[in-house]
């Protein structure tokens, strides 16, 4: 225990089991009239709900995952740790505010922008859950390129017979629905604002006030005018998929050229997809859309040969019956292959060409009708954009000059959206639409929440956010629409939404201070921070994920919140006991992110993994909301040294809060100045990246650098 005059508590308890709904209770009930209470227990990430108490604070003290489940069992150095983490904890419960209570009033009404599959089930799903709803097509009609399909592939089982396109029973659904209010031929000329108070101008004049937002404005097809090497635009028998289903359904199985009926129609895959100079991607569908058009073929005339020439043939899950159904036909003739051109003789006649067969022969296959299985675009990207702003990340990430740099930086602020395909316009400092990631698709960065994006409260949904097909599309759409609910549920409540889903607190700004740096404006992840025309930060209270990254970025320090604070987080630095240096017991502060180096040591700890004593850890939302000062307080405090651990950066990054181990290691350069300012070695101020599931991992690299430490010697400064 610490000695008594180190803390001022009314009550201290002891009790074998601190969770049990006894002792849980007892709490409660001392605290029911106010106060606060430090728990000296398990970590923070367990028995939330034990701990919990709305309207108090109450601060974990993590002794045992921290502690005994880590270090040696009645050590001397085991018990300065525990007594050290009460003293931090201790430290921050003082400081920790209850943060205040949310009084705006948010509207519930869902914005469904896209009348596509995508768009008519997310409407149907709000709606049909008590949501009021405005769908809004640009269009003249409902249902996006699924109502243009001549049929679809089979959705239910025993996944072998086409079917009508779903949307056309959707359609009428919809308009009759007494909750969804819709608007086509139409798009969206302006959102100011923020979530729960969007102010939404359609280019018809309308106004209204919503909620929140799914985006399920689609794809478009591959421009196939890129693609003349396979011999569209040279013939008018080259036809993309999507020409073909629109053939089919106008006027049946016709050549363009002559009007007669084809006989030998050959299908090429992946024209332009899984291409380096087209899209690199798979769009998912291509290959299931050819197989269908094949059947069309064979349907129209069992005397014509439908020809397919594939890189591989990708029919996933229940689908692959239909494959079978397709192979058993007669008719139909596949081929592996990569097909490297198109011939179009003087007469007209076609000749694909193919390379790399099954058969290992380079082959030549005479057609009447050549179909192009184009890929998927989504509607919200430009192409010219998206390349200017993957080179101008990657700039960035060479660290090149500071000229080059800040030009890169430039680019990537005025283009880092979807430039010249608005379709939110939103009011929004960092674009007017949602930031785009590889390929073009504001896709979340998170595997685990697919729906969300880089703006609070807007969800994509369907082939906008990646390549889908049909059963995707509905799926994407009633997660997205179930997320756009319950964001408004939980903001209504004042409360963040993912990932630090229910924290209460808002950041709070002392602008007398702000000297108009805009760094806090341009590093949130989310667009929360507008600018007035000096620079000012102005905040959306909505849009906000309580991230902190402003809180790191902010040089002045003049950002804060009720329980996560520079003063708050430097209290707990000081708030260690550094040993003398002839005691030669060195100190080591680490902040570990909370979404995937905290949860990796309790796993680490779990399996009960030895971790350095030396070492005292601090929990943070994210590394990118780590301030300079900290790291500047722990070594004029004495610690030896600082180890950063957070989650990976990078084209495959992982990061909740998009780029927090990235803006961690662009700080970098203040870091290394002030080491150079105290005379340190820059060796002891350390980031390493890591994931979630590396728990067996962290070990090493925390006690690692503890004996890296050793060899560098004490700090100078310890005693000062």
């Not at 089979?154 to 659904?173: D, K, S």
């Not at 019956?321 to 003789?345: C, I, L, R, S």
């Not at 007035?532 to 002045?556: F, M």
């Amino acid at each position: 225990g610490l000695p008594a005059e180190e803390y001022s508590a009314q009550e201290t308890k002891v009790d074998p089991c601190l969770c049990s709904p006894e002792f849980a209770g007892s709490i409660r009930e001392d605290l029911k009239d106010g106060g606060k209470a430090v728990i000296a227990a398990c970590s923070h990430r367990e028995k939330a709900a034990a701990f919990t108490i709305p309207d108090r604070v109450v601060i974990r003290a993590n002794l045992r995952e921290g502690v005994a489940w880590t270090q040696e069992k009645g050590g001397e150095d085991t018990l300065m740790s525990a007594q050290d983490y009460l003293r931090m904890a201790i430290a921050q419960c003082q400081k920790t505010s209850v943060p205040e209570a949310f009084d705006e009033e948010l509207t519930k009404t869902i914005l469904v922008v896209g009348g596509g599959l995508s768009g008519l089930t997310a409407a149907l799903e709000a709606a049909d859950d008590g949501a009021d709803v405005i769908l809004v097509e640009k269009a003249a009609e409902l249902g996006g390129w699924e109502a243009r399909n001549f049929k679809q592939f089979p959705l239910v089982a025993p996944y072998r017979a086409l079917t009508p396109p779903v949307t056309l029973g959707m359609i009428e659904r919809v308009e009759k629905h007494e909750r969804i209010t819709v608007h086509t031929g139409t798009t969206v000329a302006e959102t100011l604002g923020q979530p729960g108070q969007f102010d939404v101008t359609l280019t018809n004049g309308k106004t209204f006030r919503i909620g929140s937002i799914v985006q399920a404005t689609g794809m478009k097809p591959y421009d196939p005018e890129k693609l003349d090497y396979l011999g569209y635009g040279r013939s008018a028998d080259v036809v993309t998929g999507f020409e073909f289903e629109a053939m089919m359904r106008d006027g049946g199985l016709k050549r363009p050229s002559d009007g007669k009926a084809p006989k030998d129609v050959v299908f090429v895959q992946c024209a332009g997809s899984r291409d380096e100079d087209h899209l690199p991607y798979c769009s998912a569908v291509c290959c299931r859309g050819s197989l269908k058009q094949a059947m069309y073929v064979r349907e129209a005339d069992p005397e014509a040969k439908a020809i397919i020439l594939y890189k591989d043939i990708r029919s996933p899950a229940q689908w692959e019956e239909f494959y079978k159904t397709v192979q058993q036909d007669p008719g139909v003739f596949f081929n592996k292959g990569e097909v490297t051109g198109v011939d179009v003789a003087d007469d007209g006649k076609l000749l694909v060409k193919a390379e790399n067969t099954l058969m290992g022969e380079n082959i030549a296959v005479p057609a009447d009708l050549v179909v192009l299985a184009t890929g998927m675009v989504p509607v919200a990207a430009d192409g010219e954009a998206i390349r200017a702003v993957t080179d101008a990340n990657a700039t960035i990430a060479k660290n090149e000059s500071p000229v080059q740099v800040e030009a890169a930086q430039k680019i990537v602020d005025e283009l880092g959206h979807h430039a010249g395909t608005e379709i939110l316009n939103l009011n929004y400092r960092q674009g007017p639409d949602l930031p785009s990631l590889r390929y073009g698709f504001p896709d979340s960065h998170f595997i685990c929440f697919p729906f969300e994006t880089r703006r609070t409260g807007i969800y994509a949904a369907g082939a906008v956010r990646q390549p889908n097909d049909a059963l995707g599309c509905s799926e994407d759409a009633q997660g997205a629409a179930l997320k756009a609910i319950q964001a408004l549920d939980v903001m209504d409540e004042g409360a963040a939404v993912h990932p630090r889903w229910g924290d209460l607190s808002f950041p709070d700004f002392f602008l007398q201070r702000c000297t108009q740096c805009k760094r806090c404006t341009e590093e949130c992840p989310f667009g929360t921070l507008n600018e007035d025309p000096k620079g000012t930060p102005e905040l959306n209270l909505t849009r906000c994920r309580r991230c902190g990254i402003c809180l790191g970025a902010c040089p002045e320090r003049i950002i804060s919140f009720k329980n996560y604070s520079v003063d708050i987080i430097s209290s707990m630095v000081k708030a260690v006991n550094i040993p003398e240096e002839f005691e030669e017991k060195p100190r080591i502060l680490a902040f570990l992110c909370e979404n995937d180096a905290y949860p990796a040591l309790d796993r680490a700890a779990l399996n009960r993994t030895p971790i350095s004593p030396w070492v005292r850890i601090i929990p943070v939302r994210c590394l990118g909301a780590v301030n300079i000062v900290w790291i500047a307080d722990a070594l004029s405090n004495g610690y030896d040294g600082i180890l950063m651990l957070g989650c990976k950066s990078g084209d495959d990054y992982q990061c909740h809060y998009v780029r927090g181990s990235e803006l961690m290691g662009t700080r970098g350069d203040n870091i290394k100045e002030k080491l150079t300012q105290l005379a340190l070695e820059e060796e002891r101020v350390k980031l390493v990246e890591l994931s979630i599931d590396e728990w067996d991992r962290l070990p090493e690299v925390v006690n690692g650098f503890a004996d890296e430490i050793e060899e560098i010697g004490m700090n100078p400064f310890k005693g000062f």
